[in-house]
């Protein structure tokens, strides 16, 4: 020891100096040791000047607090560190380690992970290789233990058995970041925790304080998340995103494969009938007879809205894809039975094979799409394969789609009217109002063409108000311009008759163009009437109300209940043109009792598509009471009717 060593004045007794247990070094400014008792001289090997080094002494000068240390070689205790100025400007520094017990260091640590877990439930437990040595009262109440129980349990009986394997390899390991563990209560209750470990050397060996924390809240509100992510909420069945990692999943398993695009035929009548929340049971009714049919070969999920999709593995011809899809339809023969409601409800079915229809997720969904549109538009209640024909066919409805958009705006869409004449005066009681498109470039576009369309992207609704507008409009202006006043008939689609507000619709109309409501009548089909037969004899009645006329269109093509039939305050039937054209005696025969009928109920009759005199005379004969088509007048443009009005006949 230098003589500057032994000479140095202690602020503190010698003896007590050497007798201290904890270790006391004095360093000048620079950081030089001056002298050091016993207990200092035993750490690192004696190697004092080192451990004045090693403690950094030019950065501990500036702690406020005290720091906690560990020492090479590893396997002592933590130490304590301070360094304080002796006396102001004495430019002498003490620098005091304590060995901190094992149960203090628990605090310790903590604290210096403070940082890194911020919550105040947070518990405790110092463990070697899972064996718990000690912890304190937080986590024993988080496990559901007093403190003395959880000194005969370990790690392992705490967790769940899946974790076990876990465990094992971080025992063996110091990560970094907290770890998460399905862990069990003392009752068996499973929860969530989240693992934060420090290791701890003692004597000859490691042990581990841990932090542990109860996150169990913060996973369920994760898996909730992925739920969402993954799963459609209304139905519990997987999203569209989830069956497109299936399909894609599927694809790389290079085996046969089919997709099944699923839709529910009337559901957005029934659903603006009898409303969104009985809409909602309607589709986890129907969720719960798909998932009937799910097994280790079926995916099914839910598109969205009334749309669902089925992943059938393991097709190896057209022919297995065909006999799922037959199976689905026939699944949906008995009612559903929501509220005391019995509703018969049936699927559209599109389907793509892979890889003959599509190599991606994408087009595979794409195609069974475009086939189930098809099914939709001529048949229903069916299923049909993807051909390149219906490809095609795709893509030009998605081109009306467009360009039906800007078809109102551009004031592209016009109305004919064709006459109806009385049989027994000869004059024209009323006009037809039809719907025209003049494309721009393709001419002419039929409405047996664009409607669906209309339909399918709800631009229905907007057309429909603007055809009935337009036709009260024109036949107020006729009025004005002293021409005879007639009924105007328009026709509704089921999508514009269930509308709840349709009756207020009309009766802005009217208010708006000043057309008397006698002077409307509203079309709807026979079988939208047998829909939902007690919602169609309210709003009926409401229209009767307001004073419009309503009839039944293409009447003898449905299923009409004559109990039903009778409670319609409807007053025409228009008899289909196809008891007109076609097959001449039997028809006959429908005709005449239609006529009856419709007599016997106190209702007009009115026969379309009438194109010879026979045809004529016949129904003359028979005391039908109006006519409507080419024999008298095809449908002519506003400023072609004068002659219809004067009298005269066109063809």
Same mark, same amino acid.
């Given at each position: 020891m230098s003589d500057r060593l032994k000479e140095l004045a202690l602020p503190i007794d010698d003896w007590i100096f050497q007798q201290m247990n904890d270790a006391l070094l004095f360093v000048d400014e620079e950081g030089e040791l001056l002298r050091f008792n #016993?207990?200092? @001289?035993?750490?690192? #090997? @004696? #190697?004092?000047?080192?451990?004045? $080094?090693?403690? $950094?002494?030019?950065? *501990?000068k500036k702690e406020e607090t005290p720091k906690l240390v560990d020492l090479p070689p590893s396997g002592g205790p933590l130490y304590?560190?301070?360094? %304080?100025?002796?006396e102001k400007n004495s430019s002498l520094y003490a620098i005091f380690l304590h060995a901190v017990p094992m149960l203090d260091q628990t605090f310790e640590v903590k604290k210096k992970m403070?940082?890194?877990?911020?919550?105040?439930?947070?518990? /405790?437990?110092?463990? +070697?290789? @899972?064996?718990i040595i000690d912890c304190d009262d937080t986590l024993a109440h988080m496990f559901g233990y007093e403190k003395e129980e959880l000194m005969k349990q370990d790690a392992f009986t705490l967790t769940e058995e899946g974790e076990h394997e876990a465990l094992h390899k971080l025992f063996l390991s110091y990560p970094e970041q907290p770890y998460v563990l399905k862990a069990i209560k003392k009752d068996g209750t499973p929860f969530y925790i989240e693992v934060l470990a420090h290791p701890y050397p003692q004597d000859d060996r490691v042990l581990r304080v841990a932090i542990v924390r109860d996150i169990t809240e913060r996973v369920h509100n994760e898996k909730k998340i992925e739920f969402m992510s993954y799963y459609d909420e209304l139905t519990d069945l997987p999203n569209r995103y989830y069956f497109m990692d299936m399909v894609k999943e599927a694809i790389e398993e290079k085996d046969g494969l089919a997709v099944h695009f699923i839709d529910l035929d !009337?559901?957005?009548?029934?659903?603006d009938t009898l409303g969104y929340s009985f809409g909602d049971e309607l589709l986890k009714a129907c969720a719960s007879r798909l998932k009937l049919h799910q097994d280790a070969d079926t995916f099914i999920a839910r598109m969205g809205g009334d749309e669902f999709l089925v992943l059938q593995r393991h097709v190896n011809h057209q022919t297995d894809a065909e006999l799922l899809a037959q199976k689905l339809i026939e699944a949906? %023969?008995?009612p559903v039975i929501i509220d005391g409601y019995e509703l018969y409800t049936s699927v559209s079915i599109g389907i793509s094979l892979y890889p003959e229809h599509g190599k991606t997720a994408g087009d595979l969904i794409k195609q069974a799409d475009s086939a189930m549109y098809t099914v939709k538009e001529k048949h229903r209640n069916d299923y049909l394969c993807y051909n390149t024909s219906i490809s095609e066919e795709f893509e030009q409805m998605l081109s009306i789609d467009s360009e039906l958009r800007k078809a109102l705006k551009g004031n592209q869409?016009? *109305? &004919? !009217?064709?006459?109806?004449?009385?049989? &027994?005066t000869g004059k024209i009681v009323g006009l037809e109002a039809l719907i025209r498109w003049n494309h721009p470039e393709k001419g002419r576009i039929s409405p047996a063409t664009f409607i669906p369309v209309a339909e399918k992207n709800g631009q229905i609704f907007e057309i429909g108000d603007w055809v009935i507008r337009e036709a009260c409009r024109q036949n107020k202006q006729w009025q004005e311009e002293g021409y005879p006043a007639v009924i105007v008939g328009v026709n509704?689609?089921? *999508?514009?008759?269930?509308?709840? #507000?349709?009756? &207020?619709?009309?009766?802005?109309?009217?208010?708006?163009?000043?057309? $008397?409501? /006698? !002077?409307?009548? *509203?079309?709807i089909t026979e079988s939208m009437a047998m829909t939902n037969e007690e919602y169609i004899i309210q709003t009926l009645n409401e229209l009767r109300n307001l004073g419009v006329h309503v009839s039944i269109d293409d009447f003898g093509t449905g299923y009409s209940s004559l109990k039903y039939l009778s409670r319609f305050p409807v007053s025409k039937l228009k008899i289909d043109k196809v008891f007109i054209s076609e097959n001449q005696e039997q028809n006959q025969a429908i005709v005449k009792s239609i006529i009856h009928m419709s007599h016997s109920l106190n209702m007009k009759v009115i026969?379309? @598509?009438? +194109?010879?005199?026979?045809q004529w005379d016949f129904l003359k004969s028979e005391k039908c009471d109006e006519i409507q088509g080419y024999f008298y007048s095809k449908p002519l443009p506003a400023e072609e009717l004068i002659t219809v009005f004067e009298n005269k006949p066109v063809h």
């Open positions: #016993d207990k200092a @001289g035993e750490l690192i #090997d @004696g #190697d004092v000047q080192s451990l004045v $080094d090693l403690l $950094d002494f030019h950065q *501990l304590k560190v301070q360094c %304080r100025e002796v403070s940082q890194r877990l911020t919550v105040p439930s947070e518990g /405790m437990v110092i463990h +070697e290789k @899972g064996k !009337y559901f957005k009548q029934i659903n949906f %023969r008995k869409l016009e *109305l &004919h !009217y064709q006459p109806q004449k009385s049989i &027994h509704l689609s089921a *999508l514009q008759f269930l509308q709840k #507000d349709l009756v &207020h619709r009309v009766k802005q109309i009217l208010k708006e163009t000043g057309l $008397d409501p /006698m !002077y409307l009548e *509203l079309e026969a379309e @598509g009438v +194109e010879t005199a026979e």
